[in-house]
């Protein structure tokens, strides 16, 4: 079974510029995260999708950042203008379904941002 | 609040002998743990879960503890390998989080050959 894919896996940019990662969740699974991890951190949960809604978007910053998942499989996070604090590893995760339970999310490799 | 830390940032062993990974956690509500496993480069990895009618599950090499009295968590690794090196997060659900989970800082478990 395929895994989470992402990409690009580097990115550098200039403070102010803008930025986008895109995400392929493993095949049939509905449900889609963007986490932000910081060096030394844990992931951060930005974003949830169940299909193509969103679950959950509550810490993520919307003055800046956007996320999309039109057809309901491939996602997009973009940051416009980029801060320097958001140079961050970008991770994509996905699960079979969000029920009663914990569903367990499988990571992709994510990407790594840098901001100058 | 939603927080959950780790008493050790960074664990040296000598190959082959045990290892513990601790972990506090500040939220009575939340009833699923997991422990994931992260390699430089690489996103988390799911290691093994438990939910808090239990305390304690085995997998192959590793046990997790969990004790509510004193909200904490453990991981347990046998036999530690060079491969074992990463860090490792644990991480916390609960029912008002829907599937939502809340990572704590993390742990460098580094291996001595």
């Known amino acids: 079974e395929a895994g989470v894919a992402q990409s690009p896996r580097y990115k550098i940019i200039e403070k102010r510029q803008s930025v986008a990662f895109w995400c392929n969740p493993i095949?049939?699974?509905?449900?889609l995260y963007w986490y932000q991890q910081i060096l030394g951190q844990g992931p951060k949960l930005l974003i949830q999708?169940?299909?193509?809604?969103?679950?959950?978007d509550s810490q993520l910053p919307k003055d800046r950042f956007s996320a999309e998942r039109l057809k309901g499989v491939d996602s997009t996070l973009k940051i416009q203008p980029a801060k320097l604090e958001d140079s961050a590893v970008y991770l994509c995760?996905?699960?079979?379904?969000?029920?009663?339970?914990?569903?367990?999310?499988?990571f992709g490799p994510g990407t790594r941002l840098t901001v100058l | 609040g939603e927080s959950v830390g780790l008493h050790l940032p960074t664990l040296s062993v000598q190959e082959g002998d045990n290892s513990i990974i601790n972990c506090a956690y500040s939220n009575s509500a939340s009833d699923y743990f997991i422990w994931y496993k992260q390699e430089s480069g690489k996103g988390p990895q799911f290691i093994i879960d438990i939910r808090s009618n239990m305390d304690k599950r085995q997998g192959q090499r590793v046990t997790v503890l969990l004790n509510k009295t004193v909200k904490h968590l453990s991981l347990q690794i046998a036999a530690t390998q060079p491969g074992d090196s990463a860090v490792y997060f644990c991480?916390?659900?609960?029912?008002?989080?829907?599937?939502?989970?809340?990572f704590g800082a993390g742990t460098i478990l580094r291996v001595k050959s």
């Open positions: 999708f169940q299909n193509n809604g969103v679950v959950d």
């Open positions: 991480a916390e659900n609960g029912r008002e989080y829907g599937n939502k989970l809340v």
């Open positions: 095949s049939g699974h509905a449900t």
């Open positions: 995760a996905s699960s079979s379904r969000t029920s009663l339970g914990y569903n367990e999310q499988f």
